[in-house]
């Protein structure tokens, strides 16, 4: 079984430019997360999805971050502008929905991104 | 809402010795607890997790972990550390009814092992 797909791996970009990050989650998965683990903290929630519906986006900044999942299957996170705070590994995860009563979610191994 | 401590940032063990992870989490009912798993440049692998029953739950790779209602305690272990087990452990608390299966996690511990 294919596991979560994320692209790029790397990303180095200047402040106040864009960027986005790709996610395709494991196959049948309806709920999707992204994730920001900046260097030294453990991963805080951004956004979650449920098929292509947002169940929570509290904590995503939405001055310049903009998610979609339009096809309820893979799903783009963007940044613009971009700050030096930014700098983190931005990880996508899956799981197989809200009914799950196992709570397990799958990652793949991120998108790090660095802002000079 | 959830909340996750893990005390410890890094810590050093020898090749061969035992391994306490320790894990503090703030939820008012049961809840879902999980350990993962980062080696450099790697995403998250699942380790273990609980959901009820059996307190003491078994993983992969030989880890095991005990959860402690009293102690709101969720601490991994390993009787024997190798090498290859250097990385971060994220301990994480989830309660999927009634927060939708988000997991919120702990700031991770860095594990050393030294030969």
């Known amino acids: 079984e294919a596991g979560v797909a994320q692209s790029p791996r790397y990303k180095i970009i200047e402040k106040r430019q864009s960027v986005a990050f790709w996610c395709n989650p494991i196959?049948?998965?309806?709920?999707l997360y992204w994730y920001q683990q900046i260097l030294g903290q453990g991963p805080k929630l951004l956004i979650q999805f449920q098929n292509n519906g947002v169940v929570d986006d509290s904590q995503l900044p939405k001055d310049r971050f903009s998610a979609e999942r339009l096809k309820g299957v893979d799903s783009t996170l963007k940044i613009q502008p971009a700050k030096l705070e930014d700098s983190a590994v931005y990880l996508c995860a899956s799981s197989l929905g809200l009914a799950d009563l196992t709570g397990e979610l799958f990652f793949g191994e991120g998108s790090r991104l660095t802002v000079l | 809402a959830q909340s996750v401590t893990q005390p410890d940032i890094h810590i050093t063990v020898s090749e061969g010795a035992s391994l306490e992870l320790r894990c503090n989490y703030s939820y008012g009912a049961t809840p879902y607890l999980f350990w993962y798993v980062q080696s450099p440049g790697q995403g998250l692998q699942l380790l273990l997790k609980?959901?009820?029953?059996?307190?003491l739950v078994q993983g992969i790779k030989g880890f095991e972990a005990e959860f402690k209602r009293s102690q709101s305690s969720f601490n991994l272990r390993k009787p024997s550390v190798h090498w290859s087990d250097a990385a971060e452990y994220f301990c994480a608390v989830g309660a999927p009814r009634e927060y939708g299966n988000k997991l919120v996690f702990g700031a991770g511990t860095i594990l050393r092992v030294k030969s």
């Open positions: 196959s049948g998965h309806a709920t």
């Open positions: 609980y959901f009820s029953g059996d307190t």
